[in-house]
T-cell receptor
């Protein structure tokens, strides 16, 4: 158990819908990262927050957004969902700057 | 931008045999290097990491990796594999201390390890 929690574990929804994925980092970790794992794209970095502020952006679609709250948990919002958004979404956390990232168990999103 | 290559998509090894998984990275400055393992339906577990110092690093579950700057490699090894080592293994690189504010991990495509009795 990494100490990073993600909910829900599975999510099945329809095209055009909007979903919210939630992540709670390890106690004391200030950085939260979101990654997407799909068969065709592999593991891709989406976005990073540090202590409530956006730190870095990767290959994140405009339909996707994220935020980190004062209690340091983070949410990833995916809207206007398409079939191709079906993937495993991971959250990771670390203490601060470049440091070991600990991954949560992931949320498997299926868009039908 | 950094990149990671794992040339072996799938490797099959007999239980008790030695293992080496290859990883090559591309990054101009000092990289931070990681190996993660993912069991089916599970998240990513850190096996080991290299930040600096001794180029041979020890990890969990009996794994080790050697950083070779001249070859831009960070290969993962285990002297004797167990059936429970069957999983997908990912090499990852992060930009080192020279680039503040960009701590994302760039992953390779992974190597699937199958263990045969």
């Amino acid at each position: 158990d990494s100490g990073v929690t993600q909910t829900p574990k599975h999510l099945i929804t329809a095209t055009g819908q909007r979903v919210t994925l939630r992540c709670s980092p390890r106690s004391g970790d200030l950085s939260v990262y979101w990654y997407q794992q799909s068969l065709d794209q592999g593991l891709q970095f989406l976005i990073q927050y540090y202590n409530g502020e956006e730190r870095a952006k990767g290959n994140i679609l405009e339909r996707f957004s994220a935020q980190q709250f004062p209690d340091l948990h983070s949410e990833l919002n995916l809207s206007s969902l398409e079939l191709g958004d079906s993937a495993l979404y991971f959250c990771a956390s670390s203490v601060g700057r470049v440091d070991t990232q600990y991954f949560g168990p992931g949320t498997r999103l299926t868009v039908l | 931008a950094q990149s990671v290559t794992q040339p072996d998509i799938h490797i099959t090894v007999s239980e008790g045999a030695s293992l080496e998984l290859r990883c090559n990275y591309s990054y101009g400055a000092t990289p931070y290097l990681f190996w993660y393992v993912q069991s089916p339906g599970q998240g990513l577990q850190l096996l080991l990491k290299y930040f600096s110092g001794d180029t041979l690093v020890q990890g969990i579950k009996g794994f080790e990796a050697e950083f070779k700057r001249s070859q831009s490699s960070f290969n993962l090894r285990k002297p004797s594999v167990h059936w429970s080592d069957a999983a997908e293994y990912f090499c990852a690189v992060a930009e080192g201390p020279s680039n503040f504010g960009n701590e994302k991990l760039t992953f390779g495509t992974g190597t699937r390890l199958t263990i045969i009795p």
